[in-house]
T-cell receptor, first 111, second 115 residues
Framework: DAKTTQPTSMDCAEGRAANLPCNHSTISGNEYVYWYRQIHSQGPQYIIH???NNETNEMASLIITEDRKSSTLILPHATLRDTAVYYC????????????FGKGTLLTVNP | KAGVTQTPRYLIKTRGQQVTLSCSPI?????VSWYQQTPGQGLQFLFE???????NKGNFPGRFSGRQFSNSRSEMNVSTLELGDSALYLC??????????????FGEGSRLTVL
């Protein structure tokens, strides 16, 4: 699975949009981009995933560039409860359920 | 719908002992994965089971083992505990064929402290 690069930390004001970038320049055609987050001392939580098109669900939006070398997770109206470590993961499809977590981005939402 | 349940939540062992951790996946989920999380190494994949068979294995010594039962519940065992085995052990379940391969549902974890 392709390697990802994320900033170590980011800050965001409560109520504003949080835009978390991820670089995955070596991504191959059959690899998906997944986003998870982990609130302190809890298990990781799946947020969203995508292949080529932009995706949106009740939690967030995922914007993938046309060349697929980078993506951005958008939390439209960040709240204090969104403070967490956010992981961007690239993995292929198929029956391999192994996820390779990097160090992620610590997002701190400030009041 | 109940989530992934892990027991025990906290436990303390001494070096040389062994430990067994349990995971009950979401009802209907047949794939169960285990991860180890430490401050130094982050989240690392241990192994994955599907239909009582180990499908994938991470780079951990043979002291780490697991199994899955016919009801999809899973256990992992660590023998001859070392101080470095102190970690949060996370279990995740998935529904192959209905969920994307990377869409896992994690439990709250079992926090193991080795003294």
């Amino acid at each position: 699975d392709a390697k990802t690069t994320q900033p170590t930390s980011m800050d965001c004001a409560e109520g504003r949009a949080a835009n978390l970038p991820c670089n995955h320049s070596t991504i191959s055609g059959n690899e998906y981009v997944y986003w998870y987050r982990q609130i302190h001392s809890q298990g990781p939580q799946y947020i969203i995933h995508g292949l080529k098109n932009n995706e949106t669900n009740e939690m967030a939006s995922l914007i993938i560039t046309e060349d697929r070398k980078s993506s951005t997770l958008i939390l439209p109206h960040a709240t204090l409860r969104d403070t967490a470590v956010y992981y961007c993961i690239v993995k292929s499809g198929g029956s391999n359920y192994k996820l390779t977590f990097g160090k992620g981005t610590l997002l701190t939402v400030n009041p | 719908k109940a989530g992934v349940t892990q027991t025990p939540r906290y436990l303390i062992k001494t070096r040389g002992q062994q430990v067994t951790l349990s995971c009950s996946p979401i009802s209907g989920h047949r794939s169960v994965s285990w991860y180890q999380q430490t401050p130094g190494q982050g989240l690392q994949f241990l192994f994955e089971y599907f239909s009582e068979t180990q499908r994938n294995k991470g780079n951990f010594p043979g002291r780490f083992s697991g199994r899955q039962f016919s009801n999809s519940r899973s256990e992992m065992n660590v023998s001859t505990l070392e101080l470095g085995d102190s970690a949060l052990y996370l279990c995740a379940s998935s529904l192959p064929g209905r969920s994307a391969p990377g869409e896992l549902f994690f439990g709250e974890g079992s926090r193991l402290t080795v003294l």
